[in-house]
């Protein structure tokens, strides 16, 4: 979660495997 705050958000309503295709640049 780095430098992407929304993301520890969206890993609250959508699934890991989607957030890390979502967020492909960020590592978590």
Do not use: N, Q
């Amino acid at each position: 979660m780095a430098g992407h705050p929304s993301k520890c958000a969206f890993r609250l309503v959508i699934p890991d495997a989607f957030t890390e295709i979502h967020w492909s640049g960020d590592p978590g």
